[in-house]
């Protein structure tokens, strides 16, 4: 497949956010940043999840750690428009990387197998400075809580947060494992992926920073949330 | 961080059954996806030809700041569920048509009124894999319950309405098809609210409210009504609330069903046989003007006085205005061979309008595959869409009081704090198997061959059959309804099946 073929199939179509998306990753993963894939996975029923759970953590994930050292992380929604789902959270270092490492993982005839009946839902690309990526592994692994993608529309934002926001998210006891931004059509929007206590813990967070005068000055609407839980088998957290 | 929270399905629909198990393999949801049809894997029927309640499941949902957040569940919220069922027919005004509710009460001679209602109170559930049930109600001093509540595994309600049982306690004969002093039945309906907290919040929040009815079995599950519930109450939004709906209508989304449910109305009585062949003509867009014309002018401007005879215009059912034109049985004169029908409503109306005049958007690429995914709208109209929308002469889901009276805080969600439970089954007949009985062709047009079909074809006959063959009067279809056949899907046909009487 293609890179156009491929963008097409995640949604990215237009021709003018591919040559944007090109250009943007290219760069970028030359200062080192990270192309990361947000891939969902839907079910019909509750009941099925235990199924879907086999297929990422039996066959997907162990072929994809054959293929691709970057950083992963597997959640489950609780909290989502579209539910049961699971989300894949994957880190390339280049675009290219991505959509040689996906080749290779959809052309892989177990995942062909195993996948064959489960339905997959939307995909994301974003794109991420280096430092803004801070899953866990090992003994520094987050002990369970939940964790919430949030996606905010914010044209005076332009190309990145700006350092206010950073500084009114720690104000307000918000700090994001992952801080992006949409790549193709949909900019400028950016998206977060913030771990939270639980529900309590959230709810104060993003009420103080409502309350954040200067956050509110920075006209950042919100455009999505869903709340996610760790898997058991994620390698990172 | 402010959340909202809504039940849907806003309007509910469990339906009742004589099969008094509370067991999940023992009943089906109902549809949950616009546009499905449920058949019960193991058949409508048991094994010993009683039929299988139809759940209606209810879900919350949740907004955080206007944003969309998704379903709640118990996985995250403490949630509670508070169910009251009610059977208010037997206190109600007599039923004499739209526009002749004020009176006289049925079962006038009782002056304890509340003997008449079947009111067993609310009910409540907290977190997931309760029940509780509807089981302390009196008619006439008599136990008639009504049904019961569950939660599921993940906190979701189910309601399950009561068990096709109607009775008299004081042996009263049944004598008209809408009536009867003396009897009740078990169909009920009421409020549906609960309150949501989030886990580790402990100020519960109160969801926006629902309402469920349970009315009789729906036998024609693959047969959708000309007129739905869910356009009836689409009608209300717009007339009503100020909804809005697309000044240009899509082919595949708003014209093709009204096409599909005529034509498909050849599966449930003989009337309309192949008559409707011409309808296959414009399928699919565009068709030609003179094509689309001809279907249109086919059809009953909703504007002209309901009961002035539109004769052979279409749809060929009668109007909420039939007591108007010919008096009910025994109060009024006899068919006189008018042709009163009921019109779309006035937005089906202008779909087919704009359709003719090729003022629509042609999307076609072939029939419509229903949604994958469940959500909070396709719930409601899910459960609306399999509901008779009219003619509401008493009707058969519900009244016309759910259609022209009632108070509504949004589209399709009553202001159930201005009504009470039973309110949306009291005008119908009492017991629903006269009704039900009567409403079968009745010349020149039907009633609701959706709901209870004219003629139908069975898997071993290529000819049509009378569908309630068999049963011949009020106490027949009382003491045998469960025996009637239910219709499913067969290849390209529909046809009759568990048939046990």
């Known amino acids: 497949m293609n890179r156009r073929n491929w963008l097409s199939s995640v949604g990215v179509s237009a021709a003018g956010s591919l040559a944007g998306l090109s250009a943007v990753t290219d760069s970028q993963a030359n200062r080192r940043s990270w192309v990361v894939s947000l891939e969902s996975f839907r079910v019909s029923h509750a009941e099925q999840m235990g199924r879907l759970h086999s297929y990422l953590g039996g066959a997907f994930l162990p072929y994809l750690a054959q293929v691709h050292r970057g950083p992963k992380m597997f959640l489950e929604a609780i909290v989502a428009p579209h539910t049961p789902q699971a989300l894949v959270v994957t880190a390339f270092p280049s675009f290219d990387e991505m959509i040689e490492i996906r080749n290779k993982v959809a052309a892989h005839a177990g995942i062909q197998r195993a996948r064959a009946d489960l339905e997959s839902g939307e995909s994301q690309i974003l794109v991420t400075a280096a430092d803004s990526l801070q899953f866990r592994d090992g003994p520094d692994r987050r002990p369970g809580g939940i964790l919430e993608l949030r996606s905010y529309h914010a044209p005076a934002w332009r190309d990145r947060p700006p350092a206010a926001a950073s500084a009114a998210f720690r104000r307000a006891g918000i700090y994001p494992i992952l801080t992006a931004s949409a790549a193709g059509e949909h900019l400028p929007r950016f998206t977060y992926l913030v771990p939270f206590e639980n529900l309590a813990v959230r709810q104060d967070a993003w009420a103080k920073l409502d309350a954040d005068s200067e956050w509110s000055g920075l006209e950042a609407k919100v455009t999505g949330a869903s709340i996610y839980k760790l898997t058991p088998y994620s390698p990172l957290s | ?156 309600l189910l309601v399950l309405g009561g068990f096709g049982a109607s009775s008299s306690p004081t042996n009263a004969p049944l004598v008209t098809f809408a009536n009867n002093d003396g009897w009740h039945d078990d169909v009920s309906d009421g409020p549906v609210t609960a309150t949501v907290a989030l886990k580790g919040i402990k100020t519960p929040v109160q969801a926006s409210g629902a309402w469920v009815i349970c009315p009789p079995p729906r036998f024609a599950p693959p047969i959708f009504h000309i007129i739905t519930l869910y356009d009836a109450l689409l009608q209300t939004a717009v007339d009503r609330l100020g909804f809005k709906v697309p000044a240009t209508p899509s082919f595949t989304n708003d014209i093709f069903p009204i096409l599909q449910r005529a034509i498909r109305y050849q599966w449930v009585t003989t009337k309309i046989g192949n008559k409707h062949e011409p309808l296959l003509a414009v ?219």
């Open chain 2, 1 to 156: 961080m402010a959340w909202t929270f809504k039940i849907f399905p806003s309007i509910g629909v469990a339906r009742i059954g004589n099969n008094r198990s509370s067991s999940p393999q023992d009943f089906y949801l109902g549809p949950e996806i616009p546009g499905t049809v449920t058949v019960p894997a193991n058949g409508y029927k048991d094994s010993s030809g009683q039929v299988r309640r139809q759940a209606a499941r209810f879900r919350i949902y949740g907004w955080e700041n206007g944003v969309f957040m998704g379903e709640i569940t118990s996985s995250v919220a403490n949630i509670t569920w508070t169910v009251e069922l009610a059977n208010t027919k037997a206190a109600f005004n007599q039923f004499h048509g739209i526009g002749h509710t004020a009176g006289p009460l049925r079962n006038a001679s009782v002056t304890d009124r509340s003997s008449l209602m079947i009111t067993p109170g609310p009910r409540t559930i907290t977190g997931p894999n309760g029940a509780a049930f509807f089981d302390t109600g009196l008619f006439m001093g008599i136990s008639a319950p009504l049904g019961e509540i569950q939660t599921d595994a993940s906190g979701r």
């Open chain 2, 283 to 501: 399928i699919p867009p565009p068709a030609t003007a003179d094509q689309r014309n001809f279907v249109f002018q086919a059809l009953r401007d909703p504007a002209i006085t309901p009961t002035v005879d539109t004769p052979h215009l279409m749809p060929a059912i009668w109007t909420d205005f039939f007591a108007d034109v010919f008096g009910i049985r025994g109060h009024g004169g006899p068919n006189t061979g008018h042709w009163a029908n009921h019109a779309l409503t006035p937005t089906q109306y202008n779909v087919m309008k704009n359709w003719a005049a090729g003022n629509f958007i042609n999307d076609w690429v072939g029939p419509p595959s229903p949604d994958t995914n469940i959500t909070p709208d396709g719930l409601t109209r899910a459960a609306l869409e399999n509901c008779s929308g009219g003619p509401f002469f008493p009707g058969i889901e519900t009244s016309f009081f759910t259609r022209d009276v009632y108070p509504y805080v949004g589209p399709f969600r009553l202001d159930g704090t201005q009504l009470k439970a039973g309110d949306l089954s009291k005008q119908q007949a009492v017991p629903w198997q006269t009704d039900f009985f009567d409403c079968v062709f009745q010349s020149p047009v039907s009633w609701w061959p959706a709901a209870h079909p004219d003629d139908v074809f069975t898997d071993t006959s290529n000819n049509y059959v009378t569908w309630d063959r068999g049963l011949n009067n009020f106490s027949d279809m009382v003491n045998f309804w469960s025996g009637l056949g239910f219709l499913v899907q067969s290849g390209d046909s529909v046809i009759e099946t568990e048939r046990t009487l």
